[in-house]
């Protein structure tokens, strides 16, 4: 199991692989964001998008779906996040883009008010096929700390 001890600082990793889906885009767009540059390829060509493109909303859900894996391989004792710093839509992504993850730990700090716990800051950065980065964002993490005995 990995604790807040174990974090360290400056490591990177890259992880993940997430195929986009015309499908999906539409279904995630129809219930959380139906702009119509999420639904039809007829609207999406008469703005800059110029073809269907997910909704950034669903980006930051297919990079959360590549994390939650990560943190399942690394056995991680994470408990959850407090929020993110710095979310930023770079390029769209489009059906048939797969997307990867590259993340940096840039900053770690035990509780002060709970030694049962710490927290770590990273940046994460999100990209597709052809290695363009299409999101990014700073993530804090709150991990537990190694248990006594």
Not at 47 to 72: D, E, I, P, Q, Y
Not at 118 to 129: A, I, P, W
């Amino acid at each position: 199991m990995q604790y807040f001890e174990d974090i360290e600082v400056g490591r990177t990793s890259s992880f993940g692989s997430y195929h986009v889906t015309r499908e999906e885009v539409i279904a995630y767009a129809q219930k959380f964001d139906p702009q119509p540059f999420h639904l039809s390829d007829e609207a999406a060509a008469q703005t800059h998008f110029g073809r269907l493109s997910a909704s950034g909303w669903h980006t930051c859900g297919m990079a959360m779906a590549m994390v939650v894996a990560n943190l399942k391989t690394q056995r991680q004792a994470g408990l959850g996040s407090p929020g993110v710093d710095e979310l930023r839509w770079l390029k769209p992504v489009y059906p048939g883009d797969t997307l990867r993850c590259e993340t940096e730990v840039i900053e770690k700090r035990a509780s002060r008010s709970r030694p049962e716990m710490g927290s770590y800051r990273s940046r994460m950065r999100v990209f597709n096929q052809d290695d363009v980065a299409v999101l990014s964002f700073t993530s804090i993490g709150l991990i537990a700390t190694r248990p006594e005995g």
